[in-house]
């Protein structure tokens, strides 16, 4: 009786550690549900992105605000490698396969919110905005399944390059 108690202890103490891995901070690029604002100059998710794609996605947001009343908020900007790699790893987790997971998050080696080159948008109203109208600041919808995500990926007022089917097409 007593050995199967320290074993049932010995394995609910390694079923813990296993989940232990350390939390996603703010350090780390994580922003709380709902998102921030794009003017947030304090978050590490928006001072580290690239300076060309915040100030895009600043000038867009001031007109979707001015023109449709729309409070266009980021869901994730710069993300740490060691943030996406724990994304990837949750992901995996649910979609049961790296490969399966792949299409909706990217490795740490090549996502482009890793180098502060992404941001996704939200809520729904503001992304799909930021999809339709965006370009006049070169911001492009990168994904056909991730309407939210946007890169710097053109010239003010030019085309948006063809979309890739999902993350793991690029
Ligand atoms: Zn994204």
């Known amino acids: 009786m007593k050995s199967a108690l320290v074993v049932l202890v010995l394995v609910l103490s390694a079923a813990c550690s296993a989940q232990a891995a350390p939390a996603a901070t703010q350090a780390d690029g994580e922003i709380e549900k709902g998102g921030i604002s794009p003017f947030d100059n304090d978050h590490p998710a928006i001072r580290n992105l690239d300076p060309a794609l915040r ?39 649910k979609y049961g396969s790296l490969d399966e ?27 799909d905005w930021f ?3 965006a370009a006049a600041y070169g911001l492009c919808q990168i994904y056909s399944n991730e309407m939210w995500h946007i890169e710097l990926a053109t010239t003010p007022g030019g085309e ?3 979309m890739l089917s999902n993350a793991a097409a690029g």
């Open 101 to 127: 997971a792949r299409k909706f998050v990217n490795t740490p080696e090549k996502s482009t919110h890793v180098n502060g080159k992404a941001v996704d948008i939200g809520p729904t109203d503001a992304a």
């Open 131 to 133: 999809s339709r109208k």
């Open 160 to 162: 948006c390059p063809p």
């Open 55 to 93: 100030d895009a996605v600043r000038q867009a947001a001031k007109e979707a605000k001015a023109t449709r009343g729309i409070d266009a908020k980021i869901t994730s900007g710069w993300r740490s490698r060691q943030y996406q790699q724990r994304l990837l790893d949750e992901a995996v987790e």
